[in-house]
């Protein structure tokens, strides 16, 4: 077509949407398409932005690049700590937050970002503690910055929020309702794995952006607030900035480690501290109750000798201190929030207890870099677990194993793609058990031993995929294991 006729084609079609106001909706129409914003429903907005600034954010910085959870993350930039002053009332599924997060811009003329956020009622956003315009659509929150910033950058984001979260379920997994705040009877904790993080603070919720944490917690008095790493405080009748309060109670932790987002964990309820060293020296607290506390010690009776043990087999354990805290949960669970493991009350057994301490390592210090890669995380907790099990008879475990090796369960899906609802299926604990145990067979112990612990000096604090696994291993075994690798994961 002639370019002439074109324009003035366009030129037409311009003056009638003036004409009859339709500029907006045109507007509206292509950004629903595009993805940028939800129907206004479901979508918050503060100091509005205007079309121009909301439209910025490319589609690709809306995720954190892993194929698997393409909704999950957030590009630009990169997180290196979080502050999260929460007001946590046990038993009851909200919040009032506020989220500090110090970050640094990774792209040339980022003009805006998004962190992942659902549910709650967003009252300000602040970078660099100025006002800054933000809206909202079902999961991300998308902060327009004050100007472009440029590579390696440094900012500060601050947003304070309050509320309650969807009950809505994570389509990774089925066995629980829904993730993230959870209540029961007197008590407050989390449930964030894979993707749940997002639905109790604003964050990069994918494990390729790890950060350290400092959680500040109230809580009404007589109950104890708990979160990863280290307590550095706790003021028993006030709150810092609220002097004149005299019923709460304030807990500071502090976590100076990487540690990807499903990984952070609170819980606020009765509690009684129990201490211990490992033999080797590493604290050793746990969050229990009373009533439990038999169960619990005749159970973690051994813990501080297979914390010791890993060590010496995978590298020094990562953190400073170790322990679990007890929930009251409607289905039994646990999981490996680092340096502080969640245990339902009916679930203190000791394997569940070593299975957990395992995924310090495997999933904590070194992350999944797509959740697609579960073998690794599962398949290698579950398999330490054995491993303590029968340390004083492996040949027992050789047995065991030897003819399920020879031939690998079918299962209905690839070990190495497990459909979205089957990531945390029996299938790929077990499948990837048999894995670990043929990978050791093949290797040796001492080049498989020699290659976990190089594994985890290399990527520790950070993720890695199967090819850098793969890459370690066959470095220790001075052999190719390309295909035991397609063996087991195709
Ligand atoms: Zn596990």
């Not at 709650?120 to 809206?135: C, M, N, R, Y």
Request: proline share 5%.
């Amino acid at each position: 077509m002639n370019l002439k006729i074109l324009l003035k084609i366009l030129r037409r079609i311009l003056y009638m949407l003036k004409k009859w106001k339709l500029y907006w909706i045109v507007t509206v129409i292509f950004m629903l398409l595009s993805g940028c914003v939800t129907p206004p429903s479901q979508t918050q907005t503060g100091s509005m932005p205007d079309a121009v600034s909301s439209a910025i954010l490319h589609p690709q910085n809306l995720s954190a690049g892993d194929r698997y959870t393409p909704e999950l993350g957030n590009s630009g930039y990169d997180i290196q700590h979080y502050i999260l002053k929460l007001d946590l009332i046990p038993g009851r599924r909200s919040l009032n937050g506020e989220v500090t997060i110090a970050a640094v811009a990774t792209m040339e003329e980022l003009k805006q970002i998004s962190l992942d956020f659902i549910g709650f009622d967003v009252q300000t956003v602040a970078i660099d503690g100025l006002p800054a315009p933000f809206f909202r659509n079902k999961t991300k929150l998308i902060i327009n910055l004050p100007g472009s910033f440029s590579t390696n950058q440094a900012f500060q984001i601050a947003v304070q929020y309050r509320g309650a979260p969807p009950k809505d379920r994570s389509k990774y997994q089925d066995y629980l309702d829904y993730l993230g705040l959870q209540a029961t009877g007197d008590l407050l904790y989390v449930a964030s794995e894979p993707d749940g993080a997002r639905n109790w603070f604003p964050c990069n919720d994918h494990p390729r952006d790890k950060a350290t944490f400092r959680f500040e917690l109230t809580v009404p008095e007589g109950y104890t607030g708990i979160a990863n790493g280290a307590l550095s405080e706790a003021r028993i009748g006030s709150t810092p900035d609220r002097p004149e309060s005299k019923t709460t109670d304030f807990f500071v932790w502090e976590h100076r480690f990487p540690m990807a987002t499903y990984l952070a964990t609170i819980a606020a309820g009765k509690y009684v501290r129990l201490e211990t060293v490992s033999p080797k020296g590493v604290l050793l607290r746990h969050y229990i109750w009373d009533k439990y506390r038999k169960d619990f010690e005749t159970n973690s009776a051994s813990i501080g000798e297979a914390l010791d043990w890993m060590s010496e087999k995978f590298g020094a354990y990562p953190f400073e201190e170790f322990g679990y805290t007890l929930i009251k949960a409607k289905k039994k669970w646990a999981l490996e929030t680092q340096a502080n493991v969640l245990v339902d009350r009916e679930f203190i057994r000791e394997k569940v207890l070593v299975h957990e301490m395992a995924h310090m390592w495997f999933g904590d210090w070194v992350s999944l870099d797509s959740w697609q890669e579960m073998w690794r995380n599962e398949g290698f907790a579950t398999y330490v677990q054995l491993l303590w099990e029968y340390r004083d008879k492996p040949a027992a475990l050789d047995k065991e194993m030897e003819t399920e090796i020879k031939y690998p369960p079918k299962g209905f899906f690839p070990l190495g793609e497990p459909p979205h609802k089957y990531l945390f299926d029996r299938f790929v604990y077990n499948k990837g058990t048999l894995f670990v145990h043929d990978l050791r067979k093949t290797m040796g112990d001492e080049a498989f031993f020699r290659g976990l612990r190089l594994y985890f000096k290399r990527f520790g604090g950070r993720t890695a995929t199967d090819a850098d696994f793969r890459i370690v291993m066959e470095e220790a075994a001075g052999i190719s294991l390309e295909d035991l690798f397609k063996k087991w994961l195709k």
